[in-house]
């Protein structure tokens, strides 16, 4: 397959609704109105459907169900609000042709989830983060897989076929990998410069990416080594890891035990459905 030659600011990009835009700016101001909040998200049946499921998810092992929009807004909190809207919006976008995209949402999901289980053990206060981040990481792939849908359906199969990660054939066919696209979906989504970052150098761990940045590519790049072995959908999605899973947990100071209850965890989740 010959390369193409692929212009970012060129491909078409999941776009929030006005509504779910607003919110998406409301979240990101520094002390959120949460009145104004509560109300712009009941005038959007889809976003207040997406925040109660999402409420009710087995994630959150609630004793009672939610059953309307403040309390699911102040039992999840303002970063697990922004988490629903994203996952709304990426829903909204499919194209319900595009089963390659289906399959990727459900890779990001099962992401999302491990890595808030794994920050629970690391990095506790970090958890809604991390599951932001993991929801958001391959986003990119999804970008792709609806610009190109049959080179990308051609390339996503070779992927699994040969055992080839799929940024290297995505490079290999659009000369940019979804990781190129990081800056343009956190633009969209309204995300913190940060999260650019740690997204945008995914595949490999630059010297610059330290700290709580540096923890977080750990704990993004530790789900996906522990993403076969929790039987949650997605695991075929192969894509280059620069570090082991025994570097990973040394980096974050994790143990068998923990991973072990991870997976654990993660497997429990899937059965609750």
Request: charged content about 20%.
């Amino acid at each position: 397959m010959s390369q193409q030659v692929v212009a970012v600011d060129e491909l078409e990009i999941p776009q929030a609704s006005a509504q779910a835009a607003r919110v998406l700016e409301m979240l990101a101001e520094a002390d959120p109105d949460f009145t104004a909040l509560e109300q712009a998200l009941m005038n959007d049946p889809v976003q207040a459907g997406e925040l109660l499921r999402y409420a009710n998810s087995p994630l959150f092992r609630r004793a009672s169900e939610v059953t309307n929009v403040p309390a699911a807004v102040r039992l999840l909190g303002l970063k697990n609000v922004r988490s629903a809207i994203v996952m709304s919006t990426l829903n909204s976008a499919l194209p319900v042709d595009c089963p390659e995209a289906k399959d990727i949402l459900a890779h990001l999901v099962s992401i999302a989830t491990l890595c808030r289980l794994i920050a629970k053990v690391c990095c506790r206060a970090r958890m809604d983060d991390m599951a932001l981040l993991g929801l958001i990481h391959d986003v990119g792939m999804i970008v792709l897989a609806t610009n190109f849908a049959d080179s990308y359906r051609s390339i996503r199969a070779r992927s699994v076929a040969e055992s080839l990660p799929l940024d290297v054939l995505e490079l290999e066919t659009y000369g940019l990998c979804h990781d190129d696209l990081a800056e343009r979906v956190c633009r969209a989504f309204r995300l913190p410069a940060s999260y650019q970052e740690v997204l945008s150098s995914l595949h490999y761990h630059p010297p610059g990416l330290t700290g709580t940045e540096s923890q977080e590519w750990g704990i993004l790049t530790l789900a996906h080594h522990l993403l076969p072995d929790t039987g949650l959908p997605g695991g075929d999605v192969l894509e280059t890891l620069a570090a082991s899973r025994e570097e990973l947990a040394e980096m974050l100071a994790l143990s068998d035990a923990d991973l072990d209850g991870v997976i654990a965890a993660a497997q429990s989740l899937r059965q609750a459905g």
